[in-house]
């Protein structure tokens, strides 16, 4: 190879293959795009539990909130009062150290199937770590468990994304690429080569 021909394959090739290996990479890292079924209007009684009829409510990927507040990762858009959220997912095992990774604006109540194992009021401005007390440990289960989730908004931004994590293994967090949807409409957005370079290396996984 000649000095030219080394100079082009350092200046121009090996940026562009680097940079391909990168969106490629951060494509299939982000396996937390995740699907939720929500209701903005108060559901019946017992809307926590695994058995609970949701045939109205909608489907919408996470997390909820609007895109002004501070280290929201908005998959759905969301700007009413209350929210109602559920998601099912899958544990291999019981995490050794079990938490939640959230972020949530403002009070927001959670429940692993059907228990209580979370009561936050006020905010957060960015995803937290907040360990699930032993007494309610007991709520996971090997296989299929239920996720449900109750945010209130009070005043100026609004956001909540919740995840089951392992205390020991916590994931790093980074805006994904998404697509938006309003609850009447649909929105897509994809985020700029310049912030995606601000971005690339902070990477969530091993979340639910």
């Known amino acids: 190879m000649t000095n030219l021909q080394t100079r082009f394959f350092w200046k121009r090739i090996l940026p562009t293959i680097f940079l391909t290996t990168c969106i490629t990479w951060t494509a299939v890292a982000q396996e937390v795009v995740d ?13 926590q ?7 109205e409510w909608e489907a919408a990927n996470g997390g909820f909130g609007t895109r002004d507040t501070p280290s929201a990762r908005v998959g759905t858009n969301w700007n009413t009062k209350s929210i109602w959220l559920r ?3 899958e544990l291999k095992s019981v995490p050794e150290n079990p938490a939640l ?31 699930i007390p032993g007494d309610m440990r007991s709520a996971l289960l090997v ?4 996720l449900a989730v109750h945010c209130n908004q009070v005043a ?5 994304d919740v995840h089951v994590i392992d205390a ?17 409409g649909r929105q897509s957005s994809q985020l700029g080569l310049r912030r995606f370079a601000q971005d690339r290396g902070r ?4 979340a639910t």
């Open 87 to 89: 998601k099912a997912f």
């Open 203 to 206: 990477v969530l996984k091993n």
């Open 156 to 160: 100026g931004g609004q956001f909540i």
């Open 35 to 47: 699907s939720w079924q929500f209701t903005l209007r108060r559901p019946a009684n017992g809307w």
């Open 49 to 55: 539990a695994s058995d609970f009829n949701t045939a």
């Open 143 to 146: 296989g299929k468990n239920l």
């Open 101 to 131: 990774l959230i972020h949530h604006d403002d009070d927001a109540e959670v429940f692993i199937n059907g228990k209580p194992v979370a009561s936050l009021k006020g905010f957060s401005t960015k995803y937290e770590v907040i360990l």
């Open 168 to 184: 020991n293994n916590v994931p790093v967090r980074r805006p994904r690429l998404s697509h938006s949807r309003a609850p009447m």
